[in-house]
């Protein structure tokens, strides 16, 4: 029996939806405020949160206050869009398998509600300092020179915030008036699917965005000017006691390192024991969340090897069994749908704007000729295959510090690829080569083995960033930074044994495939 549902979801119940559900979340958030499960007004988000580090903080102004609330306010309602998709996802999955019925709406609906919310997001994530910098150098500056750097980093924001907003203004008037481009009416513009959404509030969320971002950076302005003036009366009022500090400092430093290694003496045996009882004491609710735990890792990882859901979808129905497991253990709380949804904002928000910041990046490097000096640097070098190939490996190496992947594969691989396919792979220290071919899947693998080393490379590395977005505030970019070298070792070890050892990458495609 073939029975199949046909629902198209109605434009009119999908922007209801959009406008209508956070305002009932927040409702029901603010109500767990009253109640004490929520504990302060930052928690919430329309409040800024607390700075855990030390130093001065800008007391700002009505200005800066008003700016603040309204961003915090947005930064909410967007963010509890993240609560839809799951279950978009998972009735797509649903219909698709079960009932033969996929639709034409559920990824296109997801992916304009997820840009909106990046866009709107911006001025959130600005506020509460998503948007991380590389603080190696940072952090080492004096803090007047901190502060210098901030005002003049805000030059470059508002120059690139300001073409956001009148790009975003040109699309938005453009989408609901009644001139014509290239013979179709600009006037009720729809998407070119079946679907057929109205995409003039898609665009008119570009525009707002850009004003909300562009509104918060001039907060920021003020505050970082309010910081710039505190440093430099402080620098010119607090020379004399720089002797006296750093004589404070070493002192100090000896009682900390002293009274940790007399904590770590004195305390191994109650620790110790303290650990052992923790143990003993999870018992089988422990071992439930385990299993519950394991099981979701397992279904998420095992529809995606078996071809049941791609990795966006399945990412959906991990969160939506996520939200099951947490109803059965009776954490499903709207402080907790609140505490989820604000980091996934924050940690969301950042990448994607890092990412849109890489795109105008890479744009400006072909534009300015990068993309023909790499061919000619490569071409004109006069090296064997594997030199040419190690040139290349490292070329991606740098490449992938600076840029995402999707940039690196429009500006190397045309270049590269040509190149590779007319040189003659025949073994390194008398190790097998390449049929000639397999030397395009073998690079293909080589490349995104490499490309994978760019998520952890500093000083643009996504993965580094995410980890910034979850982690507790005190951990600095630069113990992220450090803390990934092991990890990029290990997989330019696993670069090299696939360059040395092509089997590696071409036995399994032999064999099914012949």
């Known amino acids: 029996m073939n029975f199949e549902i046909n629902y198209v979801l109605p434009h009119w119940l999908y922007w209801s939806v959009l406008i209508l559900l956070p ?3 927040m409702i029901c958030v603010d109500r767990s405020f009253r109640r004490g499960a929520v504990v302060s007004g930052s928690d919430t988000g329309e409040l800024p949160g607390e700075t855990p580090a030390a130093g001065y903080q800008p007391p700002g102004n009505l200005f800066t206050a008003a700016i603040d609330r309204i961003s915090g306010f947005f930064g909410r309602y967007v963010a509890y869009w993240s609560l839809i998709a799951p279950f978009v996802f998972a009735y797509e999955v649903l219909m698709r398998y079960a009932f033969n019925s996929p639709t034409n709406w559920a990824h296109e609906s997801m992916t304009l509600m997820f840009g909106m919310q990046y866009l709107m ?3 959130f994530a600005l506020r509460e300092g998503g948007h991380v910098r590389v603080d190696i150098l940072y952090q080492r500056a004096r803090p007047l020179t901190r502060a210098a750097l901030d005002l003049l980093t805000s030059v470059f924001f508002f120059i690139f915030t300001i073409g956001l907003l009148v790009t975003g203004w040109k699309f938005f008037s453009q989408s609901v008036s ?6 179709a009416s600009y006037a009720n513009e729809v998407s070119f699917t079946e679907w057929a959404v109205q995409y003039y509030p898609v665009k008119f969320m570009l525009f707002f965005g850009a004003l909300l971002l562009l509104l918060q950076g001039v907060a920021q302005l003020i505050l970082d000017l309010q910081a710039f003036r505190h440093h430099r009366a402080s620098e010119r009022h607090g020379r004399g006691f720089a ?6 400092g070493v002192l100090l430093g000896a009682w900390v390192v002293f009274e940790m290694f007399n904590i770590a003496v004195t305390d191994y045996q109650s620790l110790a024991g303290s650990l052992e009882n923790s143990l003993s004491s999870v018992g089988i609710g422990g071992l439930t969340l385990v299993m519950f735990g394991t099981l979701m890792v397992v279904l998420v990882l095992g529809i995606i090897f078996t071809g049941i859901a791609t990795p966006v979808e399945a990412a959906g129905i991990g969160t939506f069994g996520a939200l099951v497991v947490a109803a059965l253990h009776r954490r499903l709380t709207w402080a907790n749908l609140h505490a989820a949804c604000m980091t996934t904002l924050v940690a969301s928000a950042m990448v994607m704007w890092i990412i849109f910041g890489a795109s ?4 400006f490097y072909i534009l300015q000729g990068g993309q023909t000096f790499v061919q000619e640097l490569i071409s004109g070098a006069g090296l064997g295959p594997y030199a040419v190939l190690a040139l290349m490996m490292v070329l991606l ?3 992938g510090m600076f840029l995402d992947w999707v940039g690196i594969l429009l500006l190397a691989v045309p270049i590269f690829v040509p190149l590779i396919k007319g040189l003659a792979f025949d073994g390194v220290f008398g190790l097998p080569g390449v049929d000639p071919a ?5 690079f293909g693998v080589i490349y995104l083995v490499n490309m994978q080393m760019s998520f952890l490379s500093p000083p643009f590395g996504y993965a580094l960033f ?34 040395m050892f092509p089997a590696l990458v071409t036995w399994l495609p032999n064999l099914a495939y012949g």
């Open 178 to 183: 009644d001139r014509y481009f290239f013979g």
């Open 23 to 25: 305002l009932v979340v």
């Open 397 to 399: 190496v740098a490449l």
């Open 466 to 499: 995410y980890i910034k977005g979850v982690c507790p505030p005190h951990i600095t970019m630069a113990q992220i930074f450090r803390s990934s070298f092991p990890f990029l070792g290990l997989q330019a070890l696993g670069l090299l044994l696939v360059i």
């Open 438 to 442: 397999d030397v395009s899947l073998w």
């Open 360 to 363: 105008i990046f890479v744009g």
């Open 121 to 123: 997001a911006g001025a």
């Open 243 to 248: 002797l006296l500090l750093v004589v404070l």
